[in-house]
């Protein structure tokens, strides 16, 4: 089987430390977050102004990888459910999803939210929010 | 510098076979298309139902890794923007996003669409597109 290797382009700086301090969702409550950008990928920030929404997608490395099933929530009142149906963070590639708003720009760092991931969270990608983005 | 290593969960059997028959964005007039899953994740799927809508994330396997900035669109009478405020395939980590509805399901097949990825595209992970469905 063939594998694809990620790296990271920056990371996550937030008051969010573990998952005591974590909503399960950004839209629930979650703070803004500075995302750090690795000063190789600078320039791929070319554009970036406040206001813009994006989608980030973190890399989860505190989550399980062996898990296929759960409880959505970790609520034992709802079925189980294959982790493809559901945003849990255990799951075979434990990618997040995070769509979030621009706050600040300062050079290379950006404040972003409102984002659920936890302090030092590796992020391997940004993007449009909007697909008439499209490079 | 850590790297991740991601593994394909399944792959893209579409009749878009490259980028001469790929509108830009799935929205766009792509086609429906099957996405098999790996037999090992078969168990990730419990739950998923026909009508679901999801977030598939694919891996670009033909995109560049080594472009930070381009005109969006292909599009020259645009200004030159850093990927990471595009949608383009062409970035660090050539992660894919796509918004699709699933139209069947035939054991680990899953009809899905629109979807503008090529015949062959590793898919990486799904998730629910609701942020209710966490797990």
Chains 1, 2 share one sequence.
């Not at 990271?8 to 430390?17: C, L, Y």
């Not at 998952?19 to 990928?41: K, N, S, T």
């Not at 434990?94 to 590796?122: Q, S």
Request: charged share 25%; proline share 10%.
């Amino acid at each position: 089987m063939n594998s694809y290797t990620l790296e990271p382009i920056g990371f996550i700086r937030s008051t969010v430390k573990g998952r005591e301090d974590a909503p399960r969702q950004g839209p629930e409550g979650a703070p803004d977050a500075w995302l750090e950008i690795e000063p190789q990928f600078a320039k791929a920030l070319l554009g970036m102004e406040v206001g813009h929404e994006l989608m980030v997608i973190t890399w989860l490395h505190k989550a399980k990888r062996d898990v296929l099933r759960g409880h959505p929530r970790s609520d034992e009142s709802r079925p189980v459910t294959g982790v493809f149906y559901t945003r849990s963070p255990a799951r075979p590639n434990p990618l997040g999803l995070h769509p979030v708003t621009v706050r600040a720009i300062k050079g290379t760092r950006l404040k972003i939210g409102p984002i659920e991931a936890f302090d030092g969270t590796p992020v391997v990608d940004i993007k449009s929010a909007s697909t008439r983005a499209d490079g």
